[in-house]
């Protein structure tokens, strides 16, 4: 099943053929170049990224806003200015039209690249982290995004699950309540980003790529109208301990209070601290979830076109 692409995207004249020629295509987003990973590691992780897909046997699409087009499929070039211009907009669904209206660029978070991918008749799309339910959101209501637009884009969304830095049970349960479907892939513990564990069940477990396409092909042959959070663990080599994240992450919060941090920047804030106060060993272990998922989401998006 092949999808028109809307006229007011841009598309690399690749993702173009691919998407008209049913094969598989992986959605990639923005955001976690320019606002979830320090310069140059984002712009290497990006490029590998879309090289493990290439290897896979499908065509990388990452999603940004360039000079005010929903852009489908970045240059080596675009990606770098993402990677090293601290300056870009984060540019969650609600910024769409300002950005657009204005011309100017913007890196998509998993909401806005859920979007503009399903714009685009892409339906799988891998990143690292989802966003969620943030601590404290019984007061605050802060919650991401994401998970609106989980409720309502047909897009499966490979993550490593959520990290503590959020409410991972109440994400949770705002997912369930919204409908979507939280798939375990070969686990059924809800993953921790950092961590293959969270003390937290999936609903849903598959073991295969094969069956997260029929998953995707029922839930989207159906019509829901939701897409389908499948949540892939940290390889067990490369997870950090409990003990080892859940003191950063606390220090990240702390920190994140004391100095006032809101709205957008909190996530950014809280991603940009984790590494400093790991000395880095966060973001190898960030690095390592965001390759597997690449791996599992390209297997996924070559058994969802051949059996379309
Ligand atoms: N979690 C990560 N890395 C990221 C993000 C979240 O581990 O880069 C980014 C994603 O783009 C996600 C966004 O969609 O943060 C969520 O931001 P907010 O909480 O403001 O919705
Ligand atoms: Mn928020």
Do not use: W
């Amino acid at each position: 099943m092949t999808t028109t692409p809307h006229p007011m995207l841009s598309l690399a004249p690749e993702v173009r053929e691919a998407l008209a020629a049913g094969r598989p295509v992986v959605a990639l987003e923005s955001t976690i170049i320019s606002h979830g990973m320090p310069y140059p590691a984002n712009v290497a992780m990006a490029r590998e990224v879309e090289q493990i897909v290439r290897d896979g046997g499908a065509v990388p699409a990452t999603i940004a806003v360039i000079a005010g087009r929903p852009t489908v499929g970045l240059s080596d070039d675009e990606l770098e200015m993402f990677g090293a211009d601290g300056g870009i907009r984060k540019v969650s669904v609600r910024d769409i039209p300002h950005v657009l209206a204005t011309g100017v660029h913007g890196a998509t978070t998993v909401a806005s690249t859920m979007r503009i991918a399903a714009l685009a008749g892409i339906r799988t799309f891998v990143t690292g982290g989802l966003g969620g339910v943030h601590q404290g959101a019984e007061t605050s209501m802060d919650v991401s995004a994401d998970l609106t637009e989980l409720s309502r884009t047909e897009v499966a969304v490979i993550s490593a699950g959520v990290k503590s830095i959020l409410d991972i049970g109440r994400t949770l349960e705002v997912l369930e309540t919204l409908g979507v479907p939280v798939v375990g892939f070969g686990t059924d513990e809800f993953p921790s980003f950092f961590s293959r564990t969270s003390g937290l069940p999936v609903p849903m477990r598959v073991d295969t790529p094969e069956q997260v396409a029929e998953l995707m092909h029922a839930s989207f042959g159906l019509g829901l109208g939701v897409g389908i959070s499948i949540a892939n663990p940290v390889p067990a080599e490369h997870e950090m301990s409990h003990e080892d994240i859940d003191d950063v992450i606390a220090r990240a919060l702390a920190e994140c209070a004391e100095q006032g941090v809101t709205g957008k920047d909190i996530t950014p804030f809280l991603l940009g601290r984790l590494v400093e106060l790991s000395d880095g060993r966060s973001l190898e272990t960030n690095l390592a979830l965001v390759r597997h998922n690449a791996r599992v989401g390209t297997a996924i998006a070559v058994a969802y076109a051949a059996t379309a």
